[in-house]
T-cell receptor, first 115, second 113 residues
Framework: DAGVIQSPRHEVTEMGQEVTLRCKPI?????LFWYRQTMMRGLELLIY????????DSGMPEDRFSAKMPNASFSTLKIQPSEPRDSAVYFC?????????????FGQGTRLTVV | GESVGLHLPTLSVQEGDNSIINCAYS??????FIWYKQESGKGPQFIID?????DKRQGQRVTVLLNKTVKHLSLQIAATQPGDSAVYFC????????????FGRGTSLIVHP
């Protein structure tokens, strides 16, 4: 498996524009997580899905943020409208719940810059 | 709410030395802990894990120690190499709950050749 795949790797956009980040989890994984990483706050959990259903979105900072998982192999995180303070690295991760290791596997991240 | 935190934001060591990275957790119900390594420009990667019924677990050059009495976790890296330079995070899972990786700010390990 190629691992968790995120696109784009880098995104530069103007304030007010809509931004869509994409994620393809590892095949067969039943959990998907979206994180945001900044120097000030570290890794923050934004939202997670179990079997494509959003379970907890309490980490989503504002209504400008939304996430969807239309099927088991694809998820999006959308910011509309984007603001400079949204600049960060956004990570998607997936995991498989089992009796054994349940570590999350992370993608390479999308570095978002809002100017 | 309860959280995972790290004591030291930056640790500098010489190549060949042993490194110890510490982590404090506050959720006494946590039963599974993981250390991640994040290299520059990459996502966090799994290093080693430990369950709460263990005090120590060893991997290749890495050892994780768990002290449930004081809710403390440590990662020991033997013979540290320049390639070990990265940010290290600990994450926890609560007993009976879904595995939701919760991270502290991380510790930056800098290895000088």
């Amino acid at each position: 498996d190629a691992g968790v795949i995120q696109s784009p790797r880098h995104e530069v956009t103007e304030m007010g524009q809509e931004v869509t980040l994409r994620c393809k989890p590892i095949s067969g994984h039943d959990y998907l997580f979206w994180y945001r990483q900044t120097m000030m706050r570290g890794l923050e959990l934004l939202i997670y899905f179990n079997n494509n259903v959003p379970i907890d979105d309490s980490g989503m900072p504002e209504d400008r943020f939304s996430a969807k998982m239309p099927n088991a192999s694809f998820s999006t995180l959308k910011i509309q409208p984007s603001e400079p303070r949204d600049s960060a690295v956004y990570f998607c991760a997936s995991s498989l719940t089992s009796q054994g290791n349940t570590e999350a596997f992370f993608g390479q991240g999308t570095r978002l810059t809002v100017v | 709410g309860e959280s995972v935190g790290l004591h030291l934001p930056t640790l500098s060591v010489q190549e060949g030395d042993n490194s110890i990275i510490n982590c404090a957790y506050s959720n006494s119900a946590s039963d599974y802990f993981i250390w991640y390594k994040q290299e520059s420009g990459k996502g966090p990667q799994f290093i080693i894990d430990i369950r709460s019924n263990m005090d120590k677990r060893q991997g290749q050059r890495v050892t994780v120690l768990l002290n449930k009495t004081v809710k403390h976790l440590s990662l020991q890296i033997a013979a540290t190499q320049p390639g070990d330079s990265a940010v290290y995070f600990c994450a926890e899972k609560s007993s009976g709950g879904s595995y939701i990786p919760t991270f502290g700010r991380g510790t930056s390990l800098i290895v000088h050749p």
